[in-house]
T-cell receptor
């Protein structure tokens, strides 16, 4: 688990709150990912950053705003939350993105509960 | 559009049993197929990655196979142990590395 860390691990928020959470990878990778895991739904890719540039936005609502200041850090900023945003948000990293053969390493996740 | 399905959704077996988890995908243009393990409240751990040119991969008691023509992959677990209890996810990817996940099979191995 120490390869990819996520903070905080748990968040409880009201719908009018704004909040950010962080992912950090210590593996020297160049690609980082945000995934959403909701109850009874498959894991869904949200965003991909490759060499700090966003290369994928999987039709995510604009209330989610990612930020990648460098290849080791990835943030997810949220505002005006909805109950359906309650989920486990997983961060992952890999050596590269457009290579198809690179294993993705996952963090433990940030569990968001929207009241 | 690639879709990944896993059957069964849940499985309970006695310790020591050999078992097979199934994964099917709709697009045979899959680039590779990965199997992950997820423990409750934790992230995913990669178990095996099968590239499109390969038919199987083995790691310890785990063996994963890939049949692109039939759109299927299986994960075989030999001599199951209580520590194998977890949710197992398969994911197919395109050559860009974008992963499409199944919903997972939750395995319980009873002592």
């Amino acid at each position: 688990e120490t390869g990819v860390t996520q903070t905080p691990r748990h968040l409880v928020m009201g719908m009018t709150n704004k909040k950010s959470w962080k992912c950090e990878q210590h593996l020297g990778h160049n690609a980082m990912y945000w995934y959403k895991q909701s109850a009874k739904k498959p894991l869904e890719l949200m965003f991909v950053y490759n060499f700090k540039e966003q290369t994928e936005n999987n039709s995510v609502p604009s209330r989610f705003s990612p930020e990648c200041p460098n290849s080791s850090h990835l943030f997810l900023h949220l505002h005006t939350l909805q109950p359906e945003d309650s989920a486990l948000y997983l961060c992952a990293s890999s050596q590269g993105y457009e290579r198809g053969t690179d294993t993705q390493y996952f963090g433990p996740g940030t569990r968001l509960t929207v009241l | 559009k690639q879709e990944v399905t896993q059957i069964p959704a849940a499985l309970s077996v006695p310790e020591g049993e050999n078992l097979v988890l199934n994964c099917s995908f709709t697009d045979s243009a899959i680039y590779n197929l990965q199997w992950f393990r997820q423990d409750p409240g934790k992230g995913l751990t990669s178990l095996l990655l099968i590239q499109s040119s390969q038919r199987e991969q083995t790691s310890g008691r785990l063996n994963a196979s890939l049949d692109k023509s039939s759109g299927r992959s299986t994960l075989y677990i030999a001599a199951s142990q209580p520590g194998d209890s977890a949710t197992y996810l398969c994911a197919g990817s395109s050559n860009t590395g974008k992963l499409i996940f199944g919903q997972g099979t939750t395995l319980q191995v009873k002592p």
